[in-house]
């Protein structure tokens, strides 16, 4: 008899800090960063991005697309997708030609 009392108040020991356990708070943080991507024609780029993208920096490198990027500070740059045989590479420019990062 002593023993079953003993064994069921061990059980109910065991239950209740398998309760205890489970009463765990998370808490999930998201951040997000909203910008907008429109396709450009790379013709249509502005003169001071084409002048730059002519010059010895990306010389032999060619132009395969390009976004107009608006961040969510209304700030505004040139995001161009360019290759050079097999290699490829982003370039980042504002309307004035100037890289950005």
């Not at 020991?13 to 999930?28: E, P, R, W």
């Not at 060619?62 to 990027?69: P, R």
Request: aromatic share 6%; charged share 25%; hydrophobic share 40%.
């Amino acid at each position: 008899m002593k023993k079953l009392i003993i064994s069921a108040f061990a059980v109910s020991l065991i239950s209740f800090a398998s309760v205890q356990a489970n009463d765990l708070v998370t808490q999930n943080t998201i951040i997000t960063v909203t910008q907008e991507k429109v396709a450009v024609k790379p013709e249509d780029l502005p003169e001071p991005v084409k002048t730059a993208l002519a010059g010895d920096a990306y010389s032999g490198w060619e132009v395969t697309g390009a976004f107009l990027v608006t961040k969510e500070d209304n700030s505004q740059h040139f995001e161009i997708a360019v290759k050079k045989g097999d290699e490829t590479a982003t370039v980042n420019l504002d309307k004035d030609g100037k890289k950005v990062e």
